[in-house]
DNA sequence: CCGCAATTAATCGCGCACGACTATTTTGTA
DNA sequence: TACAAAATAGTCGTGCGCGATTAATTGCGG
């Protein structure tokens, strides 16, 4: 192991975060046009593929826990964006469901990634040349989700 | 401009933030042991390279800004990490410099990235793997910050 | 059917990130 | 030289992320 590849790691993770951190300055005021934040976004995809899921099943799929997730649902909740209801057949559950407001947001979103790859192309950055990170972040992510 | 790739930006945004956020996960207990955040150390490693920086500086090599720095480094100043004093020539800068302690901590985090190349490698993913990001990383980097 | 382990949310505290703004100092220029 | 514009840090408020812990509920082995 040379030190080269050592330092590509710490290195290769400051570049992992900041690329994550800028990418997401560019989405930030699409979302604040819509009176939402990434992450609130994120919940909101997870919602619109699928309604009525209980925390637990969002948490797995945007890899974020309770501790992230009830605080941000329920300011999603107090914005009637969603509701929260308990389960009957489970009451360790808590069942989130768009409203009609949550549901309404998502023809407004449509246009965000038309104008993010816009801007994308825009600034020089390919969108094969983007997409060939793909495979290697969910290797990544597969192998540290565990 | 395939509904395919609209989709992937969209998509390469989360990995690339999930992906960044799990793998700081990993390194975050070796940090603790040496009491510092990962966010810390990014500030640590920037003055091990060049001590005495104004907080411009920083955030110029970091791309954060003061409103994200400033505080920070006060918590590392508390800590005794770091010294913030004024720039004698130009009194509008804040120049941070290592402490002992600080300096000190180099040679302990020294080992962090062969843990985390090993870790990696345990979890089936290759330098390779992960190097043949780096190129679109700093091109996306270099893109999105001006 | 009982009790104990596992599951599920929620709570708490802290440290980032960051938009918006302010205060101070320097610089450039008419 | 005066003074507007730029540069530089700092402050404030809000929303994540997350480690640690707790509370409530369910499931399961004996």
New interface residues.
Partial sequence: ?SSE???????????????????????RPYFAQLGIT?TQY?VL?VLWEQDALPLNAISQR??LESNTLTPLIKRMAAMKLVARKRNKNDARQTIVTLTEHGRALREQAAA???C??TV?RQ???A?E??????P??????E???K
């Fill in positions: 192991m590849n050592l330092k590509l790691n710490r290195q290769g993770c400051f570049r992992l975060y900041t690329a994550a951190r800028l990418l997401i300055q560019v989405y990434y994120l995809m945007l890899y965000i990634p038309d993010m790859a994308l600034r020089g950055v969108d040349e983007f997409a060939t990170m793909i290697v972040l969910d290797h990544l992510i192998a540290l989700s």
